[in-house]
């Protein structure tokens, strides 16, 4: 998995330097929460953080070494670590918000489950989940086998999970779910093409223990 991301970036900006709609959504969503912290796993190379770092003090997390160091000239004031998600979490530190784009669908179940876990126990009081994901109404739902329910692996090692509306709801059932909702994002690859994918997006607040 590691070798394949590095790979991937070894090229550049592999979706182009345009930001996703999504994370002007989560800035506005933090805002209105007071966040002050925003955390961001499977960062990439920066294209999404350089929106939230201008106001948020925003650190992220990174597994491709060659991701990052296109993110150190792309955004200069988020704070990068290499490291895997799944070895989070890096310090102490807890977040008023984490923007997590696309990263989600990339694992199987338990993994997933991880992922969300090992968020939520960085999440200060109150703080805010910002998912995005794989809809299973995307045209390639269904390529390659399916090795766990609308999960494909669609090359060898490489799996997707694909979201309906209720299963991502599912999956975030310890928080408190403020939104769910549908997007189509448009890719520029580096190749030229371009491609439009159909997204699911939600956003949750961690439930307090009382
Ligand atoms: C689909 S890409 C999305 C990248 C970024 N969020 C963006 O939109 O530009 C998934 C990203 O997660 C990173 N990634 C994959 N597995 C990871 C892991 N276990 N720990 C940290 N990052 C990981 C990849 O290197 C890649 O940058």
Redesign the pocket.
């Given at each position: 998995?590691?070798s394949y991301?590095?790979n991937?970036?070894s090229n550049g900006m592999?979706?182009g330097e345009k930001p996703?709609c999504t994370v002007n959504m989560a800035k506005e969503v933090f805002l209105n929460n007071q966040a002050k912290t925003i955390l961001?796993?499977?960062?990439?190379?920066?294209?999404?953080t350089k929106v939230l770092s201008p106001t948020f003090e925003v650190d992220a997390?990174?597994?491709?070494k060659n991701?990052i160091a296109i993110a150190l000239e792309e955004d200069k004031l988020t704070k990068f670590t290499e490291?895997?998600?799944?070895d989070m979490p890096f310090s102490n530190k807890k977040y008023d918000g984490i923007y997590?784009?696309?990263?989600l669908q990339?694992f199987r179940l338990k993994e997933r489950r991880l992922l969300i876990g090992k968020c939520i126990d960085q999440l200060t009081e109150n703080g805010i989940l910002f998912f995005t994901c794989f809809s299973n109404e995307d045209k390639s739902f269904g390529d390659g086998l399916e090795v766990e329910k609308n999960t494909f692996e669609y090359k060898p090692g490489k799996v997707a999970h694909f979201f309906s509306e209720e299963d991502l709801i599912h999956h975030f059932d310890t928080t408190e779910i403020l939104e769910t909702g549908s997007i189509d994002e448009t890719l520029d690859y580096l190749d030229n093409t371009v491609r439009t994918y159909k997204l699911r997006y939600i956003i949750c607040k961690k439930r307090l223990c009382i």
């Open positions: 998995m590691h991301w590095n991937r970036f592999v979706w996703s961001v796993p499977g960062a990439g190379y920066g294209r999404n997390i990174e597994i491709s991701a490291g895997s998600i799944f997590c784009y696309n990263l990339l």
